[in-house]
């Protein structure tokens, strides 16, 4: 069922309601983004420098204001330094990547044990390729310094010169502004990985090549088992999160569902207009994901992704309540709610991909008709994951001047 309301239109997944309860009330653990993976992930990142969790804020106040039990924000912007939280994904794959390379047990070793003289040597011998609108290749080109390896990044078509010197200065990597959409620019990665003997490392997945998208989206579990800890007894009963293409979003998704089986929380999938790839996958409804063609334009520069992720769609497509497909405008007021919090409510410095979920649920909050439809009440905790800072500084203070 598709609603269209005043800059964003949702689809209420039917399908879901007839799946979920009985899969979640099942005691067996799903294979995939579980909490014995996700402790795994936690276990390396525990050990890189510059780990801590990064915060769970409780806006309190707005919580009183909208009559909810808690709003909850998991800001991922002080990750590693690294202003977003995709580094979670490229360290744990690059981790297991090397482990599976050079021959060693992960469970077994850890980022300490990378410190050794003759292992950074063969480290120094391997190379890393991928394709990025910026967080990844930087968390790419972040976790090849660390490891002692070295990277290329292909960034799209009007990716900004920010991310891209970003990138380079995040790490060891070169980085490159391509003139392909980012569907080619992976597709040109993978054919220099095949030619140059290169690893292609990237946050999404084909027929073939799924393993090491698998580890990325692993990774990624870390800033969620990190905020249900942090939750403690506030159990979400809605969590909205934003998906490029959706590898975050539903490894994110399984592991919620699987740590609160038996309350699990209705999660939306919150996509720009432009780029909703599983919004329209689930559209049209045949089970199958399916590609947005052409060069979709949004400010969510993180989230302009054509392509579902192969190996999360199918999670999303039968246990996802929502997905919602929202213009601009919402990201930017997301982006200015954070920035200008209600009392003593904390600040948030979110961009343009990690303020869309903020801008959304207040819009919901405010009507009583999207309440009734999302089955937001006075019991409800909302939480909502603020995946990136200000990673293109100039456009952030021109948005937040802006009313
Ligand atoms: C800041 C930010 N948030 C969210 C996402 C979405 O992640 P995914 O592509 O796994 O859906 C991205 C992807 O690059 C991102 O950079």
Redesign the pocket.
């Known amino acids: 069922m598709e609603y269209h309301f005043k800059d964003f239109t949702v689809i209420q997944n039917k399908q879901k309601a007839l799946t979920t309860e009985s899969q979640h009330n099942e005691k067996r653990q799903p294979l995939l983004f579980n909490q014995h993976i996700a402790a795994d992930a936690l276990r390396l990142h525990k050990t890189i420098p510059g780990y801590w969790p990064t915060p769970l804020l409780s806006f309190n106040e707005l919580a009183e204001a909208m009559h909810v039990r808690g709003i909850y924000c998991k800001n991922?912007a002080s990750r590693f330094g690294l202003n977003?939280?995709?580094g979670l994904g490229g360290a744990y794959a690059m981790f297991r990547i090397l482990c599976e390379k050079l021959n060693l047990d992960h469970t077994a070793v850890d980022f300490r044990d990378f410190q050794d003289e003759a292992l950074r040597k063969r480290c120094a011998q391997i190379h890393f390729v991928t394709a990025?609108?910026?967080?990844?290749g930087k968390g790419v080109s972040w976790a090849a310094k660390l490891f002692g390896c070295s990277a290329s990044v292909f960034l799209p078509k009007g990716s900004a010169e920010v991310r891209r010197k970003a990138i380079e200065d995040a790490g060891n990597a070169t980085a490159e502004i391509t003139a392909l959409n980012y569907d080619q620019a992976v597709e040109h990665c993978w054919k220099l990985a095949q030619e140059k003997g290169w690893i292609l490392i990237q946050?999404?997945a084909w027929d073939g090549y799924e393993q090491y998208p698998e580890w990325i989206?692993d990774g990624?579990l870390t800033l969620a088992v990190e905020a249900a800890h942090q939750l403690e007894k506030n159990v979400p009963t809605h969590v909205f999160l934003?998906?490029?293409?959706?590898?975050?979003?539903?490894?994110v998704m399984e592991f919620l569902l699987s740590y609160y089986r038996k309350k699990p929380p209705l999660v939306s999938i919150v996509e720009p207009t432009e780029a909703a790839c599983i919004y329209q996958s689930a559209k049209i409804g045949d089970g199958q994901h399916h590609a947005i063609e052409g060069n979709p334009a949004t400010i969510m520069?993180?989230?302009n992704?054509g392509t579902p992720?192969r190996l999360?769609w199918p999670f999303l497509r039968d246990k996802a309540s929502f997905f919602c497909a929202c213009d601009d405008v919402i990201t930017e007021e997301g982006m200015r709610a954070y920035a200008n919090p209600v009392g003593g409510d904390a600040t948030v410095i979110a961009?343009e991909?990690?303020a869309v979920t903020f801008g959304l649920a207040r819009r919901i909050l405010q009507d009583d008709t999207l309440r009734r439809l999302f089955r937001i009440n006075e019991d409800s905790v909302i939480l909502l994951i603020n995946?990136?800072g200000d990673?293109d500084p100039e456009n952030y203070k021109r948005i937040i001047a802006s009313s």
Request: include cysteine; aromatic fraction near 6%; proline fraction near 0%.
């Open positions: 991922e977003a939280f995709k990025t609108d910026g967080n990844h946050d999404t989206i990624y934003q998906a490029g293409v959706g590898a975050m979003a539903g490894g520069a993180g989230l992704c992720c999360t961009g991909s990690g995946t990136e990673t």
